[in-house]
Structures are given as structure tokens and as C-alpha cells.
């Protein structure tokens, strides 16, 4: 039986100074990822229930998203860039969110939306 990998997306934002990650795949190794990046021991197993998709933060770190494979997928993955994204933004003072930040967003949703593309 082959086990799938979690698929880890990088996405910048602004410039190479900034990203957000994107995680896909099984909760566990979701959950085994987010704790070894942030190395933070408060995040639980139960944090990843109920949801189609979750942001995590940790000041100082770059936001993850954790995205369940739903027929919302895209839907659920542009509510969720909103959130990383405000996240950098309150990090880096910014007040104005206007154009930048809808690109911003809009990068997150590309970045997943094209790799679903080069599979077919």
C-alpha cells in the first residue's frame, strides 16, 4: 500500500522576506509538521477537527494552512489566505490592504489552483 506524502507548497508573498505555507494531505502528518515547524507543544490533534481548513500562527514563524481536499477546496482556501494574510500584515504594521493584499491572496489560491493543473 503507497503512502501518500503531504504535499507542502511555499507561497511568497510580498517578496522572499515573507510566505505562507500550505499543507495538503492526512491530519496526522499534517499535525507532525506544524508541531516540528513551530516547535511549539500547545497545538493538539483535536485542532485539526471540524474544519475544511485551519491557519496557524505563531508570531515570528510564517502562517500555515492546513487544507482538507473538499469539493470546497478553493473556496475554503481563499477564506483561509485571508486569514494568513492578515496575519502578516499586523506583523510587518501594515494599514493598508487594499490592491497588494488582494494579490496577495490571490497568490495562495494560484499557487494550489496551478499545481492541480499540471497534473492533468
Not at 503512502?3 to 515573507?18: A, D, G, H
Not at 491557519?55 to 482538507?68: A, E, Q, R
Request: hydrophobic residues 35%; charged residues 30%; glycine residues 6%.
Amino acid at each position: 500500500m503507497k503512502r501518500k506524502k503531504l504535499k507542502v507548497t511555499k507561497v511568497p508573498i510580498l517578496n522572499s522576506e515573507y510566505s505562507v505555507y500550505i499543507l495538503q494531505g492526512k491530519k496526522e502528518k499534517a499535525f507532525s509538521w506544524i508541531k516540528s515547524y513551530y516547535g511549539k507543544s500547545d497545538i493538539s490533534i483535536n485542532d485539526f477537527e471540524g474544519f475544511r481548513g485551519r491557519v496557524f500562527y505563531h508570531h515570528g514563524y510564517f502562517p500555515v494552512i492546513y487544507l482538507i481536499s473538499t469539493r470546497h477546496k478553493y473556496a475554503t482556501l481563499a477564506h483561509e489566505a485571508v486569514h494568513a494574510i492578515n496575519y502578516i500584515w499586523e506583523d510587518i504594521g501594515e494599514k493598508c490592504k487594499e490592491e497588494v493584499y488582494a494579490h496577495s491572496v490571490g497568490a495562495i489560491v494560484f499557487a494550489i489552483e496551478n499545481k492541480g493543473k499540471k497534473r492533468t
